[in-house]
């Protein structure tokens, strides 16, 4: 059974940093594109960030770019996000996802594995 955990989730100030981790296990996480996704009160659950099986490409939303950085360890079954210059806008629960699906629009992927997401709040 495939059970996906975030950690490091909290609350920081505008301009602060977090990262986010997840730790994989129950899949074969070598063969898994690994994403993030976040949802704010009131709004749907938006596309964040996504990285390639191999972690040869990542793929990252309009916002998040230059800001946000994905990675993996294949070895440890962990994906994370780092995430700089926070702001406001950026408060969400953040959620871990998986799937061996691969999409010419990463903001259209539809992951069938999800974590129990975590919070990220961002103070002014």
């Known amino acids: 059974q495939a059970q996906l955990v975030e950690s490091g989730g909290g609350l920081v100030q505008a301009g602060g940093s977090l990262r986010l981790s997840c730790a994989v296990s129950?899949?074969?996480?070598?063969?898994?594109?690994m994403g993030w996704f976040r949802q704010a009160p009131g709004r749907k659950r938006d596309f964040v960030a996504v990285?390639?099986?191999?972690?040869?490409?990542?793929y990252y939303e309009d916002s998040a770019k230059g800001r946000f950085t994905i990675s993996r360890d294949n070895a440890k079954n962990m994906v994370s996000l780092q995430m700089n210059s926070l702001k406001p806008e950026d408060s969400a629960v953040y959620y871990c996802a998986a799937d061996v699906s691969v999409v010419a629009q990463w903001d259209r992927w539809q992951p069938n594995y999800w974590g129990q997401g975590i919070q990220v709040t961002v103070s002014s």
């Open positions: 990285i390639s099986s191999t972690g040869g490409s990542t």
């Open positions: 129950g899949l074969t996480f070598r063969r898994y594109n």
